[in-house]
DNA sequence: TACTTCCGTCTCATTATGTGAGATGCAAGT
DNA sequence: ACTTGCATCTCACATAATGAGACGGAAGTA
């Protein structure tokens, strides 16, 4: 099978990758692994250390860098955005509602994906918004499938309770009146990763007027079915 | 700053995977952003497709491929293993026990690092042996700091029940007598990753003779205590 | 509808880059 | 003390990568 890429430098350069996935390897391992010559295997290692693409352990061994970590998260980050994106416009078009995609990030979550309402009264949430962890549906969704510990620091000042998130567990979405702000309702239920870890939530929000004050009565399920969706299409694309 | 790795290829390459880590990106915006020639950049991200560390989405898009997700965690295996390696010696000289490192796979627990004792009666597992999450003190603790959905399907034909766990989370061990194989005894503890989940199992093993029916509260506390450090180490080095 | 603009893809003459044989220095082994 | 093996470096040279320009097609505009 042709292996060329076209691009010489590229193709050795992925081969020095490839044999470094195996664990951390001398430049003499390097050599035979790939079958380079010497210089070169050693100039190209040392252009990816550069880079932080590959790193040195204590032995001065080559090691994968830290650099991949970075670049990872942020293809894992592409991923959930593509999935969700058409996914959210659905959802906004089915309920009338804003809707958005939370993210844990420490003691805050982080609006990575949404769709506006256009017009009227509508609830606002740009992307790149942090909001507190301590409030809101999207909040209680993030922590109700967290270890118990992480599950009890979380609860500590929140504007929520450990049977109400056995709540959440039990339905499968959580809502939330006038938390993160007066007169605005929510919806949230979790999206998961391949191996079934909650990574993220999908909500809905707007004014409790419109929203009654059992937003999850009338729209559960549509955005447990959104939510699904998304974790599916992870689940596809994964390999 | 001097940015240049002395591979000029690599130089180029880098700087369209550092363009892409900000999202989805066609080739004339990655022209903008690199400052390269349109077909350079083609002919370099064509290149990398091909190797699977750029991808294109639906739009025809570029984007971060599969393959750092892949390589990052190949990265992060790796320096789990390079800290843990030395203080697992210091485990098996203190305790005189071989000592294991182990990770959840799904249904089974894999040793993906140990220090066997290298005289007499002892328990060997090389490294690579899969176990079941069903038995064993390894899988107590890779357990019960899951949440609550995910440890109470774990339970299911366990060898251990939800009071014993509780209780591994209170003492932060876990010890077990004959439940992997008759006549073997375990002590287990949590390593956590740098957001402070539970990530891997230390473990020591060894005879029920030597380490007698009460395992946990010989080593109970050394067995914490390298766990911790590896923590440390991996927390340490994130950056 | 016709025309213009912009983008992705490809070609190929040119040249700058990457290659690797061989040298050097040092650590480890005998 | 000597030998071996490894990482690092040099530099003449061959080749791979470059990018101006061409081409085709999609999108935008009048």
Redesign the interface.
């Known amino acids: 099978m042709d292996n060329s890429?076209?691009?010489g430098?590229?193709?050795k350069?992925?081969a020095v990758?490839d044999a470094?996935?195996?664990?951390?390897t001398t430049l003499a391992q390097l050599v035979a692994a790939t079958g380079l010559s010497r210089p070169t295997v050693h100039?190209?290692a040392?252009?990816?250390v550069?880079?932080r693409?590959v790193g040195k352990?204590?032995h001065g061994r080559f090691?994968?860098?830290?650099r991949?970590?970075?670049?990872?998260?942020?293809?894992?980050e592409?991923r959930l955005?593509?999935a969700a994106g058409p996914l959210l416009i659905q959802l906004r078009d089915a309920t009338g509602e804003s809707s958005q995609v939370f993210r844990r990030q420490g003691d805050s979550r982080v609006c990575v994906a949404s769709a506006e309402r256009p017009v009227g009264l509508r609830d606002t949430i740009p992307v790149g918004t942090q909001l507190s962890m301590r409030a809101g549906s999207a909040a209680q969704v993030l922590l109700a499938?967290?270890?118990?510990?992480?599950?009890l620091d979380g609860l500590q000042n929140a504007r929520f309770t450990p049977t109400i998130l056995a709540g959440v567990?039990r339905r499968g979405w959580a809502q939330s009146l006038g938390e993160r702000e007066p007169g605005v309702a929510s919806v949230s239920a979790p999206v998961r990763g391949p191996s079934?870890?909650?990574i993220a939530a999908v909500s809905i929000s707007g004014p409790i007027e419109r929203l009654t004050r059992q937003p999850g009565r009338l729209h559960g399920d549509i955005v447990c079915q959104i939510a699904a969706q998304i974790s599916e299409a992870l689940r596809q694309n994964?390999?």
Chains 1, 2 share one sequence.
Not at 20 to 24: D, F, H, Q, S, T
Not at 63 to 66: D, E
Not at 145 to 151: A, K, N, T, V
């Open positions: 890429s076209g691009v430098v590229i193709d350069a992925a990758l470094l996935e195996a664990g951390p100039r190209l040392q252009a990816l550069h880079h693409l352990d204590v090691v994968l860098g830290s991949l970590v970075e670049l990872a998260s942020a293809a894992g592409d955005i593509a499938w967290e270890d118990h510990e992480r599950l567990r079934g870890r909650v994964g390999e």
